[in-house]
């Protein structure tokens, strides 16, 4: 079991810029990936970034260049700075891990952090 925490989440401007974080616990030792999905109201949850433990990254198209994935080396954590920020950009944003223990795979989510971007 994975349980995870995200934090960071707020009002800004468009322009602006906010830093999310995502604490894991648990069975920190088989997570393989961990990222960022969000979902706007009335839209689907769609991914954001993603980081593997090989430091492996992969980007939504509407973030690049604009948000940057990075986890520590001790690897139970993850962050999202998030620049230049755009009214779309509002949503919900959950952290996700996933596990591979036993060749099974497991997704875990955070309960989401808010994001709203207005002028």
């Known amino acids: 079991q994975v349980q995870l925490v995200e934090s960071g989440g707020g009002l800004v401007q468009p322009g602006g810029s906010l830093r999310l974080s995502c604490a894991a616990s648990g069975s920190i030792f088989s997570i393989v990936t961990m990222g960022w999905y969000r979902q706007a109201p009335g839209k689907q949850r769609e991914l954001v970034a993603t980081i593997t433990s090989g430091d492996s990254t992969k980007y939504a198209n509407s973030v690049k260049g604009r948000f940057t994935i990075s986890r520590p080396s001790a690897k139970n954590k993850v962050y999202l700075q998030m620049n230049s920020l755009k009214f779309e950009d509002t949503a919900v944003y959950y952290c996700?891990?996933?596990?591979?223990?036993?060749?099974?795979?497991?997704?875990?989510w955070g309960q989401g952090t808010q994001v709203n971007v207005s002028s």
């Open positions: 996700y891990a996933e596990t591979l223990k036993d060749w099974s795979a497991r997704d875990y």
